[in-house]
């Protein structure tokens, strides 16, 4: 009886020995693969954003306040901001990154042309943001047919053809600029968003009436926009980039589009929601861009 009693224990002990040590072994197996699978990792691959004031898109009081010295100027300047050109927190760049969920570096900049955008790419390489497995969006080239394109490229803007042959060459400087230094990086072109009603050239610069957008025809506007896409196009043919459609996927979206449907504000405007600069992408335009641009990137 006592050998049966000291017995029966003995055994009941030596089977949940071998239990508990086969149920610490799982767990530890269990655990050990816990911690060997990754977890989700962020894309590092970053965007570097070139373009002019439609991307950089700032507060138009700030940015025209900006230069003036003592406590105004120093209030203006205290905006988002890279290497001295101010852009919104909500402008395409930044939505780009949204809708991507890829860290952008913004050098966008208001006035910049083809031409120009040679400096800020130099800036952005400077500051070891062009990288192989970076993406470079150049968004250039209305600015080319102003003041601003005469001076930084020295065109005739009364001449489309000269403008054109300028742009493409500063573009292809651009790209072997680019590439000079990361000969893997992809370039993206994209479109800009039109201003004037595809079909009637109107362009609305009054926008006070609740939907009820005030214009006129503006032919020479319209055909800019469709010279602008035309270099784009090509230009991205050249240096190899990859050309994104915006203009046709924004028809009905321009400054006489209803209120909430308007992509670009009108010059006196009191109507479009969430803007920022007149005559310059809204909230919902920079939206759209990024939208569209970020399947390609």
Known sequence: MTGRHNNTPARTRSFRHRVLAAGTALLSVIGLGATIVPAAQADTRNIVALGDSFSSNPDQVRNTLRAIP????????????????????????AKLSQATDRPVDDYSCTATTSGSMMNRINQAIDAGAVRNDSTVVLAVGMNDYGLFGAFDNGTNILDPGNVAAAYRDNMQRAADRIRSVAPEARIVVPGALPTVDRKNTTFCALNVVPDFPMGVPVPILRDVENWNRDNQRAAAADIDATYVEVMDGARGHDTCAADNDRY??????TTTPNYNMMFHPSENGSQY??????PHV
Do not use: H
Request: charged share 15%; proline share 11%; glycine share 12%.
């Open 70 to 93: 003592g406590p105004i100027g120093d209030w203006a300047d205290d905006y988002p901001q890279t290497a001295g050109c101010l852009q919104a927190p909500n402008n395409f760049p």
């Open 289 to 294: 861009l990024a939208d569209t641009v970020a």
């Open 264 to 269: 670009v504000a009108g010059i006196v405007d």
